[in-house]
């Protein structure tokens, strides 16, 4: 079984910066795309970032241009930095690695940011 064990999150001023890490218990075989999601109270887990295999990403309109996805593979490592935050982008953010036929997430890791 592989577990994702996210690290990072924690408590900012407004215009801060994070970087948020997810590591796997083990090397997972044939990954598609690695990511983070956030999910907020009463609202639906949101897409922030992706990185595929090949190292092509994708980001939320709303953090384009502030968070950095990149993966580390040799460390079955993916990271989000995360700059100029905003109060906004305060949520419990989950690391999502999908691959032929599974699809996992860990735990989440709090992210808040004070205006």
């Known amino acids: 079984q592989v577990q994702l064990v996210e690290s990072g999150g924690g408590l900012v001023q407004a215009g801060g910066s994070l970087r948020l890490s997810c590591a796997a218990s083990r090397s997972i075989p044939s990954i598609l795309v690695m990511g983070w999601y956030r999910q907020t109270p009463g609202k639906e887990r949101e897409l922030v970032a992706t990185i595929s295999s090949g190292g092509s990403t994708n980001y939320a309109d709303s953090v384009k241009g502030r968070f950095t996805i990149s993966k580390d593979n040799a460390k079955n490592t993916v990271y989000l930095q995360m700059n100029s935050l905003k109060p906004e982008d305060t949520a419990i953010y989950y690391c999502?690695?999908?691959?032929?036929?599974?699809?996992?997430w860990g735990q989440g890791t709090q992210v808040t940011v004070s205006s």
């Open positions: 999502n690695v999908w691959r032929v036929g599974s699809n996992y």
